[in-house]
């Protein structure tokens, strides 16, 4: 068993990794801010919690005592990240710095998971093929910029790690369409479920062997479909119509992705677009009883 720390550990995907690899009987350190509410973690059978921000190296000293691994989720998300350039590269860039030099300087030399983003590609939807780990990077907007610079500070640390870009995230139970939808109609789409996405983080906690590489982490060809093929099914499910939903203006991030060794490595793609929809119309029956 390991000893493991994540970052960002009382927001909904840390909390979810964090039951998933306590189940497995991990020993797990949870780092966020001391506004946030952990409450959840009176649950773990082995977790403790660590107030602090992964921007001041002093309350970084005792959560990495030790540690084996570090699974770093702490980032501003869109579409906060939009709002400040400079907040944005200070947390996601300069807190991966902070965090990895205090690693470094613990002499534990853990490995990192980082959580990166397929947005680190930019507009895609010129591409005919499925896209790769290995394809050009070309952020356009402060998200994703900080995400590719984040990226380079993780490659430049000296320890090991494992860079994951992942798809946006499909929650059954997040009920409300957002306002547009992150894609146009017509463009490819491909999400991943929360539950498969910390399924493969899971299985990387034994897989040395993916350290020292990108993986994207993506929904497998059941996933693959259009914006409005995706909208329309939704739209049926929560019964609301197509045309009372809008789309982005230009093209999103999304496209179709080449998973094949990510899957291959991590085995992870166990919920099909079809089981989705199932959870999709259990969350509503729950939500209506």
Request: aromatic share 8%; glycine share 8%.
């Amino acid at each position: 068993m390991a000893d493991i720390l994540i970052t960002g550990g009382a927001g909904n995907f840390g909390r979810t990794l964090a039951t998933a690899l306590d189940a497995q009987g991990h020993a797990l350190r949870l780092l966020d801010l001391p506004a946030c509410d952990f409450g959840f973690a009176d649950q773990l059978q082995n977790g403790r919690v660590f107030r602090g921000d992964i921007m001041d190296p002093a309350a970084l000293a005792a959560p990495l005592d030790g540690v084996d691994l570090i699974f770093h989720l702490a980032a501003i998300l869109p579409p906060a990240s939009e709002a400040d350039r400079d907040r944005t590269f200070r947390i996601n860039v300069d807190g991966t710095r902070t965090l990895l030099q205090a690693a470094q300087a613990s002499g534990a030399a853990p490995g990192v998971v980082f959580a990166s983003s397929i947005s680190v590609y930019g507009d895609t939807s010129g591409r005919a093929e499925r896209i790769t780990p290995g394809d050009p990077v070309n952020p356009n907007d402060i998200y994703a910029a900080s995400k590719v610079e984040a990226e380079r500070v993780l490659a430049e640390s000296g320890l090991p790690w494992v860079n994951l870009r992942i798809s946006a995230i499909a929650i059954p139970e997040f009920l409300d369409p957002p306002e547009p939808w992150p894609f146009q109609p017509d463009q490819r789409i491909e999400l991943v479920v929360l539950d498969d996405l910390v399924r493969a983080m899971v299985a990387l906690v034994d897989k040395k062997q993916a350290f020292g590489k990108t993986l994207i982490i993506a929904g497998g060809p059941t996933w693959q479909i259009t914006g409005r093929e995706y909208v329309t099914r939704w739209g049926e499910i929560m019964e609301i119509p197509e045309d009372e939903m809008s789309y982005l203006d230009r093209p999103g991030w999304l496209n179709w992705y080449d998973t094949d060794e990510s899957e291959a490595q991590l085995g992870y793609q166990r919920t099909t677009l079809d089981d989705f929809w199932g959870q999709l119309k259990q969350a509503v029956n729950e939500a209506l009883a």
